[in-house]
């Protein structure tokens, strides 16, 4: 079972843009995005990207999660960053 810690970093940012959460973060910090509903848990997995140069360390960027095909409902929206569980308060509802 995970447990989620209250996240309070301002490092990181969430928006939705039409059918996609962005999640704002330094280059790479961002593993995973959870949405948690009553029902399931998706996941969008982003521990395959690797940086290989120095130069982009320290770069703000978005990781785009897109949310079309999930069935009806609300989903808490949750990270993995720098390999901590981190609850947001946010949710999304499609």
Known sequence: MVEWKQMR???IQISVVDDLILVQAQDH???KVFLVSQDMVWEKDFTNTHQVSEVFAKM???VAVP???LPAGRYQINIQYEGE???TNRWFIC
């Open 60 to 62: 703000i960027y978005n």
């Open 85 to 87: 569980y981190l609850g």
């Open 29 to 31: 910090k961002v593993e």
């Open 67 to 69: 949310v079309d095909g």
């Open 9 to 11: 970093s301002k490092e």
